[in-house]
């Protein structure tokens, strides 16, 4: 509590505005800005390999936080919290915090550069900051986040590379996740453990059936990233349109989006020269 005050302290404007930002890096609008990109332009076995880490750490971070029910310093005395409509569920361990060190630790140990590291690190230490200037975090929820996040990139890698049935060990990996279900009711859970399931039904089809090339023109790469990320947002609005209230419901929103994005659009684009 003293460490949050102490940042609190030096609060003002610019830095309010600073650490705002900051922490929308752990969030999924930047995430899935960069993912999509990397995914269907670039290099699709590392936008596997990042997803995959991700959506295993997330359903662990919500499964993790259902068990432990920590409170959040929003509402303490001498505490100020802003974007409270990002702290969903409990507090520990820090969801933003986790993603960061997962989206970053596994760029990192994809691409093995002392400059992507020394950028992932500073990035990573200051979202963890901004949870705790923003005061929706302890510092225990923050490293245990971290750690965490730093600790699936890793595992997930190491899966990554020894197992030669992918498919196989992306379905034991989700199947493992439904062992949190007898204790997991938080919505952050259900999001991320759709989008651990879209993302298993997207690798099938996609190792069997799409098989896209990431290689396009230019011009092929920009329409494909544009008209691809309005598909997605059609796809989640449409369905939250749609769809009734419910954990359940919640699950298959972010497996339908999911499963598009790695799945049926790749799909969609392999087939249209105009993105090519």
């Known amino acids: 509590m003293e460490i949050i005050k102490y940042l609190q302290s030096f609060a003002n404007p610019v830095l309010d505005v600073f650490f705002t930002i900051i922490t929308m890096l752990g ?10 990109y990397l995914y269907w332009n670039v290099d699709k076995e590392t936008g596997e390999y990042v997803v995959f880490s991700l959506f295993t750490s997330l359903t662990l971070n919500g499964g993790i936080k259902d068990i432990v029910k920590a409170p959040r310093p929003i509402g303490q005395e001498g505490i100020f919290s802003a974007r409270e ?5 409990y507090s520990f361990p820090s969801g933003h915090s986790q993603t960061a060190g997962t989206f970053f630790g596994a760029l990192g140990l994809r691409w093995r550069k002392a400059w992507i590291w020394a950028a992932g690190i ?32 890793y595992f997930c890698r190491l899966l990554f590379l020894k197992v030669r049935n992918r498919e196989a060990l992306y379905v034991a990996v ?5 062992a949190f279900l007898p204790t997991s009711v938080s919505e952050d859970f259900y999001k991320s453990l759709g989008g651990l399931a879209g993302f298993v ?17 230019m011009r092929g790469k920009v329409l494909r990233y544009l008209l ?3 598909v997605l947002l059609c796809v989640k609005l449409g369905l939250e349109r749609i769809l009734p209230e419910g954990n359940f419901f919640l699950f298959l929103l972010y497996m339908a989006v999911i499963f598009t994005g790695m799945g049926l659009y ?9 993105l090519q």
């Open 27 to 36: 969030e999924d609008i930047f995430i899935l800005a960069f993912l999509t």
């Open 85 to 89: 409509h990002t702290a969903t569920g």
């Open 122 to 153: 500073v990035t990573m230490l200051l979202i963890g900051i901004s949870r705790l200037y923003l005061g929706v975090h302890y510092p225990k929820d923050v490293a245990a986040g971290l750690l965490l996040g730093l600790a699936s990139a």
């Open 174 to 178: 989700f199947a493992m996740m439904l």
């Open 201 to 217: 039904l997207a690798m099938l089809f996609e190792h069997r059936v799409v098989r896209f090339q990431e290689k396009a023109s």
């Open 228 to 230: 691809g990320l309005a």
């Open 266 to 274: 790749p799909w969609l684009f392999s087939k249209w020269k105009a």
